[in-house]
């Protein structure tokens, strides 16, 4: 399992068989978020991403990047890698 | 008579794990339009022939069910569950009490025990109907007032001219006040015989004027054989400004057909045309 599954809204699995198949797995370690998309249902993605970057901000920028390769009928595969940078001055 | 009396409660389900190929064959197999999902007796939405269509045969149930579900209390009236199924153009309706199924009820079904509520002879409401719609709208906060109409002398009309235009003349009378009534705001029924009873939302100087509109209003109709007829009116109640307690709202609407009843019987007797209850002090509320 990966950081981010996307789940068309024609594919042969659900995001509840996806939910129940990943807790199977990892229990409590990913969230479901339905999403009002023309091609994506739902994306099941981990949840300490959604700790780092809320949904709200998380999920459109992921739609974004992986636009071009989306179907209805995929369930997609996503890794996701956060950066942070961090600058500070101190005082010498 | 609520829609826990004439539910069935034999519903097929399905739950949520299923998939949608075996939703499919249990439609198929038992001829349904839907099937409702249930998870530990627990409604989580609806499964219909258009979701199986539409959805992936390897889907889970949960994953293509529609989740808002059109569902009515056990306790709602007849006539409610009615508007509900027209508003949403639907053919059946869960019967969901708690977020728990307790069973179904379908239009046909529905329809059939609606078609006692109306009046044969002149397509109005019965007189039970009228009582359970003034409960609904004292429930929701509403002041009314009941219009109890009574033709009179109409015995004698159909001692004189036979049942055949007596039914005539009530049947013209229904129509002559629908005419007059304004269907956003009074209810009409046929309570029984030459009794006709109105409900409505209006505050009572306008029920009274109301009243006065139809007492003239039915006068000026063009009567089958040329016959005079003229009508008593009794009104009651549209005065509260407060609510009225709601564990009181059958005795409430008993007490003001019954004041009405006697008030038209008052304008009768006076040859008044109209009768307003002046003092109605109610015993509850």
Not at chain 1, 50 to 75: D, G, H, N, Q
Not at chain 2, 212 to 231: A, K, M, N, R, Y
Request: hydrophobic share 45%; with cysteine; aromatic share 4%.
């Amino acid at each position: 399992m990966q950081d981010v599954l996307l789940v068309g809204r024609r594919a042969a699995i659900g995001p509840e068989a996806a939910r129940r198949m990943i807790d199977a797995l990892s229990p409590e370690q990913y969230d479901i978020v339905r999403v009002e998309h023309p091609m994506v249902e739902a994306v099941v993605v981990r949840k300490f991403i959604l700790r780092m970057v809320p949904a709200e901000r998380f999920i459109p920028l992921l739609l974004e990047e992986v636009s071009p390769i989306l179907t209805e009928e995929a369930v997609i595969k996503a890794q996701v890698r956060i950066t942070i940078h961090v600058s500070r001055e101190v005082e010498l | 008579m609520r829609v826990r009396d004439i539910m069935t409660t034999e519903v097929v389900t399905v739950e949520p794990g299923v998939s949608v190929r075996r939703a499919a064959a249990i439609m198929e197999e038992g001829g349904f339009g839907c099937l409702p999902v249930v998870e530990n007796g627990r409604l989580l939405g609806v499964v219909t022939s258009r979701d199986v269509r539409t959805a992936h045969f390897n889907r889970l149930v949960a994953d293509a069910m529609t989740r808002q579900t059109v569902v009515v209390g056990p306790d709602a009236f007849l006539w409610e569950a009615g508007e509900l199924l027209v508003r949403h153009g639907i053919e059946r309706l869960l019967v969901v009490q708690d977020g728990r199924l307790l069973g179904l009820v379908t239009k046909a079904r529905l329809w059939q025990y609606l078609a006692q509520y109306r009046d044969p002879l002149t397509g109005l409401y019965r007189g039970e109907i009228l009582k359970e719609k003034a409960m609904a709208l004292l429930k929701s906060g509403a002041e009314i007032a009941v219009l109890f109409l009574d033709i009179d002398n109409f015995g004698r009309i159909n001692k004189k001219y036979g049942h055949v235009i007596g039914d005539a003349v009530l049947q013209k009378m229904a129509v002559a006040m629908r005419q007059l009534l304004d269907e956003d705001q009074d209810l009409l029924g046929r309570y029984g015989g030459d009794e006709f009873a109105v409900v409505t939302r209006r505050r009572l100087s306008e029920a009274r004027t109301l009243a006065t509109l139809l007492c003239e209003g039915t006068s000026l109709v063009d009567w089958p054989h040329g016959i005079s007829v003229s009508v008593s009116i009794g009104v009651a109640g549209g005065r509260r400004v407060s609510p009225r307690a709601l564990e009181d709202v059958a005795a409430v609407v008993s007490e003001l057909f019954n004041l009405a009843s006697l008030a038209s019987t008052r304008a009768k007797r006076a040859r008044k045309g109209v009768m307003v209850v002046e003092h109605c002090e109610l015993v509850t509320g």
